[in-house]
C-alpha cells in the first residue's frame, strides 16, 4: 500500500529526515512514534503530498508521488489521502454534513451527489442527529469525528492522523482510538497515525518509532 525508500528531508541545515525506509500494508493501523521534534509530522506531511523530500521516494497503490506534478498530487491527494488534525479544521460557518461533503465537492461531485454518502458515514460514527448543526454546537469528541467522517468521505486508500486525540480528554481520545479500529474492520481503511499517545500507540498493529531522523 505505502512504501517509504531513502527519504531525506533538510530546512536549510537542520537535517530532519536521514534515510527513511518503511512499509505499510493495506489495512493496517500503524502508529509513529518519537520525541517532539524527531520529524514524526515532517514525515506525514511527506506521505500526504503536503511536502516534497529532498531525496528518496514515496509510493501509494502503486503510484509515484515524487514523479508527479503539484496539480498532480492535489488531485491524487484528493483522491486517495484522508487528513484528520488534532485540531479538526471544521469551518465554522457549515454544518457537520456540509463539512464532511467538503472533499467530495473538491473531487467534482454536487453537494447533492455527497450527501448520502456522507450521511452513510455519519450515521456509523453515530452523528446522524447532529448533521445539521454547526462545528460550535457539537462537542470536542464530535467535531473529530465529524473530521474522521470528512477523511472518509471520498474512500481514501490511507488515512494520516496528527495527534488525532491531542486536544480531546482521555474519555474522548479512547473513544476516538477505538474508532480507527472499527473502521479499519469495516472498510479495511488503512491509517498511519502520528501520536504521543501510549495507549494509542500500543493498540496500533505495529509502532515505528522515529528517532534523530531515522525510523526503528
Do not use: W
Not at 533538510?10 to 509513529?32: C, H, M, P, Q, R
Not at 529532498?54 to 515524487?66: A, E, F, H, R, Y
Not at 494520516?160 to 479499519?184: C, M, T, V, W, Y
Request: hydrophobic content about 40%; charged content about 25%; some cysteine.
Amino acid at each position: 500500500m505505502i512504501k517509504v525508500e531513502h527519504l531525506y528531508k533538510s530546512y536549510g541545515s537542520l537535517e530532519v529526515l536521514k534515510d527513511i525506509n518503511l512499509t505499510v500494508a493495506e489495512g493496517e493501523v500503524v502508529s509513529i512514534v518519537g520525541a517532539s521534534g524527531a520529524g514524526k509530522t515532517t514525515l506525514l506531511q511527506i506521505m500526504g503530498t503536503l511536502d516534497r523530500p529532498d531525496k528518496g521516494s514515496v509510493t501509494i497503490k502503486g503510484t509515484s508521488l515524487t514523479s508527479l506534478s503539484d496539480k498532480e498530487l492535489s488531485r491524487f491527494r484528493n483522491r486517495h489521502i484522508g487528513f484528520v488534525f488534532q485540531f479538526h479544521n471544521l469551518l465554522p460557518e457549515f454544518t457537520a454534513l456540509e463539512n464532511v461533503c467538503m472533499p467530495a465537492m473538491i473531487a467534482g461531485r454536487s453537494l447533492e451527489e455527497a450527501k448520502p454518502e456522507a450521511m452513510t458515514i455519519l450515521e456509523f460514527l453515530n452523528l446522524a442527529d447532529r448533521a445539521s448543526h454547526k462545528p460550535s454546537q457539537l462537542s470536542g469528541g464530535e467535531q473529530q469525528r465529524v473530521a474522521v467522517a470528512r477523511a472518509l468521505v471520498n474512500h481514501p486508500a490511507v488515512v494520516l492522523a496528527d495527534e488525532p486525540s491531542g486536544n480531546l480528554d482521555s474519555a474522548h481520545a479512547k473513544e476516538l482510538h477505538e474508532l480507527f479500529f472499527q473502521l479499519r474492520d469495516k472498510y479495511n481503511q488503512t491509517f498511519v497515525i502520528v501520536t504521543h499517545n501510549m495507549e494509542l500507540s500500543g493498540m496500533s498493529d505495529r509502532q515505528i518509532t522515529i528517532k534523530d531522523g531515522r525510523n526503528f
